[in-house]
């Protein structure tokens, strides 16, 4: 059986096309964006809201994520960056959300990542204005994907 080394990922600082060239790699932007939001425990006030705007978040324990604050989470506080309390960055929002269920902060990343089931004390909210960001596939070798490639695109 042959294996197929892919990353999917979200857009990185710097410029793309450097990146993964010095990494031997090939790279296709997807045509989907991945949404930020807040994410909280479902009985906190805050849940009440149906977005998220920055001031909202004055004065809370906020956990960041870290490829997120080097950029893009920069640009969308803007100048109410030194006016927030950021606790903690991540590099799993899956960690992150941990923290939140523990009542210990707010998590600030993609909003679909984390479970928000019936089962979940935790909920979404998303940040306005909005903030999204790009996607992409990754391969190690063109050759490695081209017998897959068409798979893609099927549907």
């Not at 009985?43 to 004065?59: N, T, W």
């Not at 927030?84 to 679909?112: P, W």
């Amino acid at each position: 059986m042959d294996y197929i080394d892919l990353l999917l990922i979200h857009e990185p600082t710097g410029d793309v096309h450097e990146i993964y060239r010095a990494m031997e790699s090939a790279y296709l932007r997807l045509p989907v964006q991945d949404a930020w939001g807040v994410v909280m425990r479902k009985d906190d006030p805050l849940a009440q809201r149906k977005v998220i705007q920055v001031s909202a978040l004055r004065g809370l324990p906020l956990i960041c994520s870290r490829q997120g604050m080097r950029e893009e989470m920069v640009k969308w506080f803007g100048d109410e960056l030194e006016k927030l309390n950021i606790v903690a960055t991540y590099d799993l929002l899956y960690n992150a959300s941990i923290l939140t269920r523990e009542g210990l902060g707010y998590a600030i990343g993609f909003k679909d990542l984390v479970n928000t089931g019936p089962d979940s004390e935790l909920c979404v909210r998303p940040l306005e204005p909005p903030l999204a960001s790009p996607m992409y596939l990754i391969w190690k070798s063109i050759k490695s994907l081209r017998q897959w490639l068409p798979f893609c695109w099927r549907n």
